[in-house]
């Protein structure tokens, strides 16, 4: 069975810091890990893939992937206000023909000015 | 334009009536899928389909049938609606690169389905 597990928060930082987002996942098969973001109402929008061990960065945010521990998390620095939303990880396991994302059910993140 | 639109936006209907959500994209992609979401529940994969002759069951397909009819065009169907199938949901295209793990996945904007 495929999980992704995150907490669901709210999750609250003071803007300028750091906020950082964790997620397990279940399947040792998974190659690719994302995390979306999505406003309330709206639809999800990628604003990180990762598919190796360590971090990659991309202007405030960077992910972390450590595949031992089968753990993906996001630091968003410099948090702004505009950055409240739910965060959403997203595992790809294809194998046996498979295909699709596995979610996880989101943490709602909350920047306090 | 939207890579990826959806229609209805919103649509509310009454029990056992039947229900098709629409979803086009100018993106080529050959990979197409729909999900619903519920509050707490996240994001559930209810069918995806890789080209016109092939489609598969997600993970809750029950309920909802679907079709392709062409490579831009996948339509989701609630044959006999119920309440519990109120929910957003969501259409979404991917393209995925000759090498294993380089995926992306745009999503529409979503319909939000009322069944009373």
């Known amino acids: 069975q495929k999980e992704v597990e995150q907490n669901s928060g709210p999750l609250s930082v003071p803007e300028g810091a750091i906020a950082s987002l964790n997620c397990t996942y279940s399947?040792?098969?998974?190659?690719?890990f994302f995390w979306y973001r999505q406003y309330s109402g709206k639809s999800p929008e990628l604003i990180m893939s990762?598919?190796?061990?360590g971090d990659k960065e991309d202007g405030r945010f960077t992910a972390q992937l450590n595949k031992a521990s089968q753990y993906v998390s996001l630091l968003i620095r410099d948090s702004q206000p505009s950055d409240s939303a739910t965060y959403l990880c997203?595992?790809?396991?294809?194998?046996?023909?498979?295909?699709?994302?596995?979610f996880g059910k989101g943490t709602h993140l909350i920047i306090q000015p | 334009d939207a890579d990826v639109t959806q229609t209805p936006r919103n649509r509310i209907t009454k029990t056992g009536k039947r229900i098709m959500l629409e979803c086009s994209q100018t993106?080529?992609?050959?990979?197409m899928y729909w999900y619903r979401q519920d509050p707490g529940l996240g994001l559930r994969l209810i069918y995806y389909?890789?080209?016109?002759?092939?489609?598969n069951k997600g993970e809750i397909s029950d309920g909802y049938s679907v079709s392709r009819q062409a490579q831009a065009k996948f339509s989701l169907s609630l044959e006999s609606a119920i309440p519990n199938q109120t929910a957003l949901y969501f259409c979404?295209?991917?393209?995925?690169?000759?090498?294993?793990?380089?995926?992306?996945?745009?999503f529409g904007p979503g319909t939000r389905l009322t069944v009373l």
């Open positions: 399947d040792r098969g998974s190659q690719s």
């Open positions: 993106k080529g992609h050959d990979r």
């Open positions: 389909s890789f080209d016109v002759k092939d489609i």
């Open positions: 997203a595992v790809l396991y294809s194998g046996g023909g498979a295909d699709g994302l596995t």
């Open positions: 979404a295209t991917s393209d995925f690169g000759l090498r294993q793990g380089r995926y992306t996945q745009y």
């Open positions: 990762i598919y190796s061990n």
